[in-house]
């Protein structure tokens, strides 16, 4: 299950985070309004979870925006007001579901599977081609014109993968760092250039196809020739 949390008080969003990865789950934590509707412009997910109150733009804004957007993913609120009108505002609003604060972190849980069971989302296909070569996301292996197979380390499918999902646009540098090594690593560019060099070479070992182009002072596109 891949979740954004979107959450500014940074002792509860951190602790969400790492309870729900020791679920096996995939989490993207942002603390602002604005970053969460980012995200959710550039990565697919099963379910975000959004702080009514945070900065930015508050988490009923960002849930009616990605509604008139055309976004049909899960939503669910996290907020302290427990007041009925508050709870059929949110609903009103377009979140799926609603949880007030403080709450037990099993009904979090329990609240996370329900969404998607209902959820309409389908993973997109599982092999991605482009320029030649196919992606098996579920095994996370490159397939090369030549039947030759890559298998993927985590970081380099999930920055491939990003990008694939967003072929023919530039994902900022800024989106890809915190997307694949969280709000909280301290990791540089230079980390990010690493795993961009070593895709490449993946890609086209004799550098000649140029489907990963960087954007300079911006960040990265996938696009074919």
């Not at 709870?87 to 329900?114: I, M, N, Q």
Request: with cysteine; charged share 25%.
């Amino acid at each position: 299950m891949h979740i954004l949390l979107a959450e500014d008080d940074r002792r509860l969003g951190n602790l969400i985070q790492h309870m729900l990865q020791k679920e096996g789950m995939t989490v993207d934590w942002v603390v602002r309004g604005d970053t969460a509707l980012e995200y959710a412009a550039y990565s697919p997910y099963d379910v975000i979870i959004l702080d009514w109150m945070m900065p930015g733009q508050t988490g009923l804004a960002v849930c009616e925006q990605l509604r008139e957007q055309g976004y049909h993913q899960a939503i669910l609120l996290l907020t302290a007001k427990d007041a009925v009108e508050d709870r059929v505002l949110g609903l009103d609003t377009g979140a799926d579901d609603y949880l007030v604060k403080p709450f037990e972190f099993s009904e979090l849980l329990a609240r996370l599977r329900a969404l998607c069971r209902r959820s309409s989302h389908q993973l997109k296909e599982d092999v991605i081609e482009f320029g030649g070569l196919a992606l098996e996301r579920t095994s996370r292996v490159l397939r090369q014109p030549d039947g030759n197979k890559i298998q993927l380390s985590g970081r380099e499918f999930q920055i491939l993968d990003m990008l694939l999902q967003n072929k023919g646009q530039v994902v900022p540098r800024e989106l890809i760092l915190d997307r694949v090594w969280g709000l909280e690593a301290e990791v540089t560019s230079n980390n990010l250039d690493a795993y961009v060099r070593l895709l490449r070479k993946k890609i086209d070992p004799s550098g000649g196809n140029g489907l990963l182009q960087t954007v300079r002072g911006i960040g990265y596109k996938l696009e074919e020739a």
